[in-house]
């Protein structure tokens, strides 16, 4: 293993592309404490130091950009406008023919989707900082805090200065999608993915510290050690796949053979990734979300829907939120992986170039074979999703860590899925110079 990294940095093409994707995430990381204008830097980190858990409304949003959020910087958005105007594009191809026309027009049309997403980045962008920003006015940032400078964390109320923050934060989006992209073209890995990690991987070191101080150092060492077993577990999950056998009969063009080649159709057990639990924490967000802009008066007592959605759907404590979560997830999880992988059409290319699956019939037969594996095969990898999305909710329930617990949820899915990824990377750019790989 050693001697494979002695090797990385050996080479000098990838010393350079690994060096560059360091010193963009440095840069990314810098950007995250350099707080927005007009906010009251010393409020900020007081009521930081106080207030260690976050709301549930923002601890996705928090979590995705390293803690920037809370601080109210210049990246306090972080990626999370590109990963919802992501997965908005990839939805609309369902819904608007023209967007599936150049799906399918190849590299060309995949390039207009992209600026299709960047735009939509920058609208979700000032959306999502306007809101932030008068949720910062409101008070409402820090609501388990009684301290009344956490309700005084703007310093300029004026016009200019709420449009200048907006700005501000709108940019630092618009900067990190051009970061995350730089790495792409120019260093290792996906660069928006890196990113992501980067700004979860961040806020580790804290969570577990923080268990260490409320519960002990020994419940801290068994969590590390609880958490190292779900790792592997979700390593094992990640790279399992069903393969479904493909042979290509031969075929003359000219005086060629084409075809006559065995290869296989990858079904992953977990084929949609991290965007069920997403599209479930943003979903149970939304009747905290409308319970909270209709607060009574104060001495008044608030409505009764009111009152039980802060009961039972604003904490992930309670046993009814923890089930509509887990079975959101499944219903995603089964919807996202419809969307994405479509076996008329994968059936209809296989047929084109004369492939077929040994004992099925090619054509209708082959499309409704493998609708009936994935079918299977996502049901398995949906309880999966279920129930690593459920341990910082039990974690919050057993040792009292909030729930932005590192090992468990959106956090670990991501962690390990990119890891896996720029490893795999870096692997086959080993090969390609030296003939033997990071892995062995």
């Not at 210049?74 to 990963?83: N, R, T």
């Not at 608007?96 to 609208?123: M, N, S, V």
Request: aromatic content about 12%.
């Amino acid at each position: 293993m050693f001697r494979a990294i002695g090797r990385i940095f050996r080479t000098p093409d990838l010393r350079r592309k690994i060096g560059f994707t360091l010193g963009i995430v440095a840069l990314f990381r810098l950007g995250s404490f350099i707080p927005a204008p007009f906010v009251d830097f010393a409020n900020v980190q007081a009521c930081l130091a106080q207030n260690q858990g976050t709301s549930g409304l923002y601890e996705l949003v928090n979590l995705f950009s390293g803690g920037a959020l809370l601080q109210l910087s210049i990246f306090a958005l972080g990626i999370m406008p590109y990963i919802t105007a992501s997965i908005i594009t990839q939805l609309l191809r369902v819904v608007i023919p023209h967007f599936e026309t150049l799906y399918k027009e190849g590299q060309a049309g995949q390039a207009k989707l992209t600026q299709y997403t960047r735009y939509l980045t920058i609208a979700l962008g000032v959306l999502q900082s306007t809101t932030l920003i008068t949720v910062a006015r409101s008070g409402a940032l820090f609501p388990q805090n009684s301290d009344p400078s956490c309700s005084q964390l703007i310093t300029n109320d004026a016009w200019y200065a709420i449009l200048l923050m907006v700005v501000t934060m709108t940019a630092g989006t618009g900067l990190i999608m051009w970061l995350g992209e730089l790495i792409t073209e120019r260093g290792i890995g996906n660069g928006m993915s890196l990113l992501i990690f980067t700004s979860i991987a961040a806020s580790f070191p804290n969570s577990i510290w923080l268990i260490g101080q409320a519960q002990g150092i020994e419940v801290m060492v068994l969590v590390i050690a609880i958490g190292l077993v779900i790792v592997g577990l979700v390593v094992f999950v990640e790279q399992s796949q069903r393969r479904i056998p493909v042979q290509y009969a031969k075929r003359m063009v000219g005086r060629r053979t084409y075809g006559g080649n065995n290869t296989y159709i990858p079904i992953k057990v977990n084929m949609a990734g991290v965007v069920p639990v997403i599209f479930a924490s943003s979903l149970l967000y939304l009747p905290a979300l409308v319970a909270q802009f209709n607060q009574p008066a104060a001495g008044q007592t608030p409505q009764a829907w009111v009152t039980w959605i802060q009961n039972y759907l604003t904490q992930g404590d309670h046993p009814l939120y923890m089930l509509l979560y887990f079975l959101l997830i499944v219903g995603f999880t089964y919807f996202y992986v419809a969307i994405t992988f479509n076996p008329e059409e994968v059936a209809d290319n296989m047929k084109k170039y004369g492939g077929f699956i040994p004992g099925i019939r090619a054509g209708r037969p082959t499309a409704e074979y493998l609708d009936y594996v994935l079918t299977r095969v996502t049901l398995p990898g949906s309880i999966y999703l279920g129930v690593v999305a459920l341990i910082p909710l039990i974690a919050f329930v057993w040792v009292g860590a909030n729930q932005n617990f590192p090992f468990g949820g959106a956090s670990i899915l991501i962690i390990v899925g990119v890891g896996l990824e720029t490893v795999k990377q870096i692997d086959s750019q080993l090969q390609q110079r030296h003939y033997e790989g990071l892995l062995r």
